[in-house]
């Protein structure tokens, strides 16, 4: 009986060993591509269809998928016309202006026009008010003419070196110590911390005010994107670092409309976070999986809206790691975006209008996804109940993320206005992380704080087509004037369309 028991608890023991061992393998091998392999999350679609079970119900036939355009070579691009010229007028040598046939003189018949870029290094200009002084004979008073305003009272520095150093840092992503390195190139003495000092100054006068008002213009949509990344902060007693969080929130996605991007830095990942920003706001949020909204969802009767691009993600790192039963149900999601792809593609080559897009979007999601989708799920729970399959695998966690988060997956099928996947807010934080690379953290709460807000005016920028120097330049000076009834017109969307 002894021995019996033994062997028992060798086998289970053995058992455990194995699935630890695989599991770790995989993980292996997934740091192994990370490191060394492709970053694309492109499959070939014929290539997963291989690892399909012949007893797996076909999902619906896909539509046709429209023949590729041939494109045609556009040649050179010219300049843009609002690009300053500088004409250049050259001429044939007098001597040169006799036909070598004939020898009579040429006339002038036209002129050929070459144009060719140059670019003019950027430099500082020092600007000197000389303003004149004028006094009374008898010494009862002195006048003098009044100076331009500026930034702050007594600056050193017009707004354009505001502009230009919160452009390069949170647009370009260039650190405090590389511009005070450029700016020591054109002879300017302009150290990190007085550089800082100008950026609160940015955050103060611009930057707060206005993210106020774009958070109540997002909050006056029906349909929001959020999405978090983490970015590592300095404890201000110097008692090392501490991992923050940026909130990423815009806007839906529509044709014609401005894209609005605000981005907020808290300290912790929690409930606090959505809470705060929301209030009282419903609507249909879409996110992720993570269970820091799930409190403001159910408080506000928010809908969830789930994203496929993070499924699919999930399946990919299953199907890299080498489980080939993730690749059918990989396959499957993939449909989903073929689906979607076409109606896209017609939206963005003005084919389709707002209300053309949202019809093909319910007719091709009723006739195909809602198919694809039960497909998926059958799939799904087949694999489920496989004994191979390890929750704590990389395909029993992508299984377990697709049951789990079933309802908000589904969502889209009844709603036309949405998106399949969060990639868009995804994209915004996307430019937090690239910057991150070069920074590396943030120096205390208030530099996270100072710098999301600035990060959301460029985001904002960039997504309205907006030069955010040229605009943080003019509203900086304007800010201080237009009333609080006014400053929705100081958006950068809203500025973008005054010009």
Same mark, same amino acid.
């Given at each position: 009986a002894d021995i019996e028991k033994r062997l028992q608890e060798l086998i289970e023991r053995n058992d455990a060993l194995m699935r630890d061992n695989k599991i770790l393998r995989e993980e292996n091998a997934l740091l192994k591509r990370g490191l060394f392999g492709r970053r694309s999350e492109r499959m070939d679609a014929g290539q997963l269809g291989l690892f399909a079970p012949a007893e797996q119900p076909a999902?619906?036939?896909?539509?046709?998928?429209?023949?590729? =355009?041939r494109k045609v070579g556009h040649g050179r691009a010219p300049f843009a016309a609002n690009l300053p010229r500088e004409t250049i007028e050259l001429d044939v040598a007098e001597s040169d202006r006799t036909c070598e046939c004939c *020898?009579?003189?040429? =006339?002038c018949i036209g002129e050929e026009v070459t144009e060719r870029g140059h670019f003019v290094p950027s430099r500082v200009i020092v600007k000197r008010y000389v303003r004149a002084k004028y006094a009374c004979p008898d010494g009862h008073a002195v006048t003098t003419a009044d100076l331009p305003d500026g930034v702050i009272d007594g600056g050193k520095y017009e707004a354009?070196? /505001? +502009?230009?150093? #919160?452009? #390069?840092? /949170?647009?370009d992503h260039l650190p405090l110590h590389r511009?005070? *390195?450029?700016?020591? &190139?054109?002879?300017v003495h302009l150290p990190k911390q007085s550089m800082w000092d100008m950026l609160v100054r940015v955050d103060e006068l611009v930057a707060q005010p206005v993210l106020a008002q774009m958070r109540h213009e997002l909050l006056q949509e029906s349909v929001l994107h959020a999405d978090e990344t983490p970015i590592t902060m300095r404890l201000e007693d110097g008692g090392g670092t501490k991992k923050g969080y940026a909130f990423?929130?815009?806007?839906?996605?529509?044709?014609?409309k401005p894209s609005k991007s605000l981005v907020e830095f808290k300290i912790s990942r929690g409930r606090d976070g959505p809470i705060?920003?929301? *209030?009282?706001?419903? *609507?249909?949020l879409i996110l992720d999986g993570y269970a820091g909204y799930d409190e403001v969802v159910r408080v506000n009767s928010i809908t969830?809206?789930?994203?496929? +691009?993070?499924? @699919? @993600?999930?399946l990919k790192e299953a199907v890299d790691t080498g489980s080939t039963s993730a690749a059918h149900v990989l396959d499957l999601v993939q449909q989903l975006f073929a689906v979607e792809r076409p109606i896209n593609e017609r939206v963005q080559s003005g084919e389709l209008d707002r209300e053309q897009q949202l019809e093909a979007r319910r007719v091709a999601r009723e006739k195909y996804s809602a198919g694809i989708l039960d497909a998926i799920y059958v799939e799904v729970e087949r694999l489920w109940d496989l004994r191979s399959t390890l929750p704590k695998s990389k395909l029993g966690k992508a299984l377990g993320y697709l049951q789990s988060q079933r309802r908000p997956l589904e969502v889209f099928l009844g709603d036309a206005r949405l998106?399949?996947?969060?990639?868009?807010?995804?994209?915004?934080? &996307?430019?937090? +992380?690239v910057g991150r690379n070069n920074w590396l953290l943030f120096g205390s709460q208030r530099g996270g704080e100072v710098a999301c807000r600035l990060f959301s005016l460029m985001l904002s920028c960039k997504q309205c087509g907006a030069n955010p120097e040229a605009y943080l330049e003019d509203v900086l000076m304007k800010v201080a004037t237009v009333p609080a009834s006014e400053i929705a017109t100081l958006t950068p969307w809203a500025w973008n369309a005054a010009r």
């Open positions: 999902p619906p036939a896909l539509p046709p998928a429209p023949a590729p =355009k *020898g009579k003189p040429m =006339k354009s070196v /505001y +502009a230009h150093i #919160a452009t #390069a840092k /949170y647009a511009l005070e *390195g450029i700016f020591k &190139r054109n002879g990423g929130w815009r806007n839906l996605h529509r044709p014609g705060a920003f929301l *209030g009282d706001w419903m *609507g249909t969830r809206a789930g994203c496929w +691009a993070h499924a @699919r @993600r999930k998106p399949i996947h969060n990639n868009d807010s995804e994209r915004d934080l &996307r430019h937090l +992380a």
